[in-house]
Protein backbone atom coordinates (compact mmCIF):
# COMPACT_ATOMS: atom_id res chain seq x y z
CA UNK A 1 0.00 0.00 0.00
CA UNK A 2 0.84 3.44 -0.88
CA UNK A 3 -0.27 5.44 1.10
CA UNK A 4 1.02 4.83 4.99
CA UNK A 5 -1.99 6.76 7.30
CA UNK A 6 -0.27 6.21 10.63
CA UNK A 7 0.02 4.15 13.78
CA UNK A 8 -2.22 1.66 15.36
CA UNK A 9 -1.23 0.09 19.32
CA UNK A 10 -3.54 -2.30 20.57
CA UNK A 11 -3.04 -3.00 23.68
CA UNK A 12 -3.92 -5.27 27.04
CA UNK A 13 -3.72 -4.62 30.71
CA UNK A 14 -3.57 -6.41 34.21
CA UNK A 15 -4.71 -4.53 37.13
CA UNK A 16 -5.53 -4.83 40.65
CA UNK A 17 -6.98 -1.22 40.47
CA UNK A 18 -10.35 -3.30 39.75
CA UNK A 19 -12.68 -0.27 40.54
CA UNK A 20 -11.68 1.67 37.73
CA UNK A 21 -12.47 -0.89 35.68
CA UNK A 22 -16.55 -0.90 37.29
CA UNK A 23 -17.65 2.79 35.47
CA UNK A 24 -16.48 4.75 32.94
CA UNK A 25 -16.55 8.19 34.35
CA UNK A 26 -13.38 8.87 34.83
CA UNK A 27 -11.60 7.32 31.98
CA UNK A 28 -13.92 9.47 29.84
CA UNK A 29 -12.66 12.90 31.84
CA UNK A 30 -8.87 11.48 31.36
CA UNK A 31 -9.93 11.18 27.12
CA UNK A 32 -11.58 14.07 26.82
CA UNK A 33 -8.53 16.23 28.45
CA UNK A 34 -6.64 14.46 26.37
CA UNK A 35 -8.21 15.08 23.16
CA UNK A 36 -8.22 18.66 24.51
CA UNK A 37 -4.64 19.17 25.36
CA UNK A 38 -3.33 17.04 22.31
CA UNK A 39 -5.68 19.61 19.81
CA UNK A 40 -7.43 16.50 17.91
CA UNK A 41 -10.84 16.60 16.90
CA UNK A 42 -13.87 13.97 18.31
CA UNK A 43 -16.70 13.76 16.14
CA UNK A 44 -18.43 11.62 18.06
CA UNK A 45 -18.71 8.87 21.24
CA UNK A 46 -20.28 5.89 22.75
CA UNK A 47 -19.52 5.44 26.36
CA UNK A 48 -21.55 2.25 27.81
CA UNK A 49 -21.52 1.17 31.33
CA UNK A 50 -22.18 -2.44 31.85
CA UNK A 51 -24.57 -3.54 34.56
CA UNK A 52 -22.76 -5.45 37.19
CA UNK A 53 -19.80 -3.41 36.61
CA UNK A 54 -17.33 -2.85 33.38
CA UNK A 55 -17.88 -1.04 30.59
CA UNK A 56 -16.92 -0.61 26.56
CA UNK A 57 -16.19 2.60 24.89
CA UNK A 58 -15.02 3.77 21.27
CA UNK A 59 -14.17 7.55 20.57
CA UNK A 60 -14.68 8.75 17.19
CA UNK A 61 -12.26 11.48 15.90
CA UNK A 62 -11.37 13.07 12.51
CA UNK A 63 -7.95 11.67 12.75
CA UNK A 64 -9.28 8.06 13.32
CA UNK A 65 -10.51 6.13 16.73
CA UNK A 66 -10.00 5.39 20.13
CA UNK A 67 -11.39 2.64 22.23
CA UNK A 68 -11.67 0.45 25.82
CA UNK A 69 -13.32 -2.09 27.11
CA UNK A 70 -13.01 -3.55 30.38
CA UNK A 71 -13.29 -7.23 32.03
CA UNK A 72 -13.48 -6.20 35.99
CA UNK A 73 -14.28 -10.38 36.70
CA UNK A 74 -10.70 -11.07 35.11
CA UNK A 75 -9.06 -7.18 36.02
CA UNK A 76 -8.24 -6.54 32.51
CA UNK A 77 -8.39 -4.10 29.66
CA UNK A 78 -8.43 -4.17 25.96
CA UNK A 79 -7.24 -0.76 24.62
CA UNK A 80 -6.58 0.47 21.22
CA UNK A 81 -6.18 3.85 19.65
CA UNK A 82 -5.12 4.76 16.00
CA UNK A 83 -4.76 8.44 14.76
CA UNK A 84 -4.08 9.23 10.74
CA UNK A 85 -1.16 11.28 9.69
CA UNK A 86 -3.31 12.31 6.99
CA UNK A 87 -3.08 16.52 8.01
CA UNK A 88 -0.36 16.54 10.39
CA UNK A 89 2.27 14.11 11.94
CA UNK A 90 0.37 12.49 14.83
CA UNK A 91 2.74 9.35 15.93
CA UNK A 92 3.29 11.04 19.41
CA UNK A 93 0.32 11.98 20.18
CA UNK A 94 -0.62 8.09 19.49
CA UNK A 95 2.76 7.40 22.24
CA UNK A 96 0.76 10.02 24.62
CA UNK A 97 -2.49 8.73 24.78
CA UNK A 98 -1.02 4.90 25.14
CA UNK A 99 1.34 6.29 28.22
CA UNK A 100 -1.72 8.04 29.81
CA UNK A 101 -4.14 5.59 29.58
CA UNK A 102 -1.21 2.62 30.73
CA UNK A 103 -0.72 5.16 33.69
CA UNK A 104 -4.34 5.67 34.37
CA UNK A 105 -5.31 1.43 34.40
CA UNK A 106 -1.58 1.49 36.77
CA UNK A 107 -1.20 -2.34 35.15
CA UNK A 108 0.96 -5.22 36.38
CA UNK A 109 0.90 -6.71 32.91
CA UNK A 110 1.16 -5.39 29.68
CA UNK A 111 0.61 -6.68 26.34
CA UNK A 112 1.60 -4.21 23.66
CA UNK A 113 0.93 -4.51 19.77
CA UNK A 114 2.34 -1.49 17.45
CA UNK A 115 1.07 -1.52 13.84
CA UNK A 116 2.08 1.37 11.38
CA UNK A 117 -0.50 1.01 9.14
CA UNK B 1 -2.28 -12.47 30.65
CA UNK B 2 -4.88 -15.54 31.66
CA UNK B 3 -7.95 -14.10 29.73
CA UNK B 4 -7.92 -14.24 26.28
CA UNK B 5 -10.81 -11.74 25.20
CA UNK B 6 -10.80 -12.58 21.69
CA UNK B 7 -10.04 -12.16 18.16
CA UNK B 8 -8.75 -8.81 16.64
CA UNK B 9 -8.38 -8.27 12.94
CA UNK B 10 -7.02 -5.12 11.65
CA UNK B 11 -7.21 -4.18 7.53
CA UNK B 12 -6.12 -1.64 4.96
CA UNK B 13 -7.78 -1.83 1.54
CA UNK B 14 -6.81 -0.82 -1.50
CA UNK B 15 -9.66 -0.32 -4.05
CA UNK B 16 -10.59 1.18 -7.27
CA UNK B 17 -14.52 1.31 -6.72
CA UNK B 18 -13.87 4.81 -5.07
CA UNK B 19 -17.39 6.04 -5.09
CA UNK B 20 -17.92 3.22 -1.68
CA UNK B 21 -15.15 5.25 0.23
CA UNK B 22 -16.94 8.92 -0.49
CA UNK B 23 -20.34 8.50 1.97
CA UNK B 24 -21.16 6.20 4.81
CA UNK B 25 -24.69 5.55 4.23
CA UNK B 26 -24.40 2.33 2.76
CA UNK B 27 -21.50 0.71 4.16
CA UNK B 28 -24.02 1.32 7.56
CA UNK B 29 -26.87 -0.18 5.68
CA UNK B 30 -24.03 -3.36 5.46
CA UNK B 31 -22.95 -3.39 9.01
CA UNK B 32 -26.53 -3.24 10.31
CA UNK B 33 -27.41 -6.18 8.49
CA UNK B 34 -24.25 -7.93 9.90
CA UNK B 35 -24.93 -6.64 13.39
CA UNK B 36 -28.97 -8.31 12.94
CA UNK B 37 -27.63 -11.43 10.99
CA UNK B 38 -24.88 -12.33 13.64
CA UNK B 39 -27.00 -11.60 16.59
CA UNK B 40 -24.60 -9.05 17.89
CA UNK B 41 -25.59 -6.52 19.96
CA UNK B 42 -24.96 -2.68 19.12
CA UNK B 43 -25.04 -0.48 21.92
CA UNK B 44 -24.24 2.64 19.80
CA UNK B 45 -22.27 4.22 17.13
CA UNK B 46 -20.76 7.05 15.00
CA UNK B 47 -20.57 7.69 11.54
CA UNK B 48 -18.91 10.81 10.19
CA UNK B 49 -19.10 11.87 6.39
CA UNK B 50 -16.31 14.59 5.93
CA UNK B 51 -17.01 17.40 3.56
CA UNK B 52 -15.68 16.84 -0.12
CA UNK B 53 -15.94 12.92 0.55
CA UNK B 54 -14.39 10.14 2.59
CA UNK B 55 -16.32 9.12 6.12
CA UNK B 56 -15.10 7.89 9.38
CA UNK B 57 -16.96 5.45 11.51
CA UNK B 58 -17.12 3.74 15.04
CA UNK B 59 -19.67 0.73 15.90
CA UNK B 60 -19.66 -0.02 19.56
CA UNK B 61 -21.08 -3.42 20.43
CA UNK B 62 -21.04 -5.08 23.92
CA UNK B 63 -19.24 -7.54 22.21
CA UNK B 64 -16.38 -4.68 21.50
CA UNK B 65 -16.64 -2.61 18.28
CA UNK B 66 -15.43 -2.07 14.45
CA UNK B 67 -14.15 1.00 12.93
CA UNK B 68 -14.06 2.09 9.48
CA UNK B 69 -11.99 4.84 8.10
CA UNK B 70 -11.71 5.87 4.51
CA UNK B 71 -9.42 7.72 1.95
CA UNK B 72 -11.31 8.20 -1.37
CA UNK B 73 -7.65 10.31 -2.36
CA UNK B 74 -5.83 7.73 -1.86
CA UNK B 75 -8.13 4.73 -2.67
CA UNK B 76 -8.18 3.23 0.55
CA UNK B 77 -9.98 1.83 3.89
CA UNK B 78 -8.61 1.46 7.24
CA UNK B 79 -11.41 -1.35 8.55
CA UNK B 80 -11.10 -3.31 12.29
CA UNK B 81 -12.91 -5.64 13.93
CA UNK B 82 -12.88 -6.66 17.74
CA UNK B 83 -15.09 -8.91 19.32
CA UNK B 84 -14.74 -10.78 22.48
CA UNK B 85 -15.64 -14.55 23.07
CA UNK B 86 -16.97 -13.34 26.88
CA UNK B 87 -21.07 -14.75 26.49
CA UNK B 88 -20.37 -16.99 23.48
CA UNK B 89 -17.34 -17.97 20.83
CA UNK B 90 -17.14 -15.18 18.14
CA UNK B 91 -14.22 -15.93 16.48
CA UNK B 92 -16.07 -17.22 13.32
CA UNK B 93 -18.17 -14.08 13.40
CA UNK B 94 -15.21 -11.72 13.58
CA UNK B 95 -13.96 -13.61 10.12
CA UNK B 96 -17.27 -13.42 8.54
CA UNK B 97 -17.21 -9.65 9.25
CA UNK B 98 -14.19 -8.96 8.00
CA UNK B 99 -15.00 -11.08 4.79
CA UNK B 100 -18.32 -9.39 3.87
CA UNK B 101 -16.07 -5.74 4.69
CA UNK B 102 -13.41 -7.03 2.08
CA UNK B 103 -15.80 -7.86 -0.73
CA UNK B 104 -18.37 -5.12 0.25
CA UNK B 105 -14.97 -2.57 -0.65
CA UNK B 106 -13.85 -4.52 -3.56
CA UNK B 107 -10.31 -4.46 -3.04
CA UNK B 108 -7.39 -5.18 -5.62
CA UNK B 109 -4.64 -5.48 -2.27
CA UNK B 110 -5.12 -6.18 1.24
CA UNK B 111 -2.99 -6.06 4.28
CA UNK B 112 -4.43 -7.79 7.18
CA UNK B 113 -3.36 -8.55 10.42
CA UNK B 114 -5.23 -11.14 13.19
CA UNK B 115 -4.41 -10.69 16.64
CA UNK B 116 -5.68 -13.32 19.37
CA UNK B 117 -5.89 -10.97 21.94
Sequence with gaps: M???PGKHIIAEFKTTDNKLLLKSHSFKVLIDSLVSSLDLSKVGEVYHDFEGGGYTAVVCLTESHLSVHTWPEFEMITFDVFLSNYLKENDDKVEQIFNSVHDY?????????????
Tied chains: 1, 2.
Design 2 to 4: KYK
Design 105 to 117: FNPIEVKRTTLNR
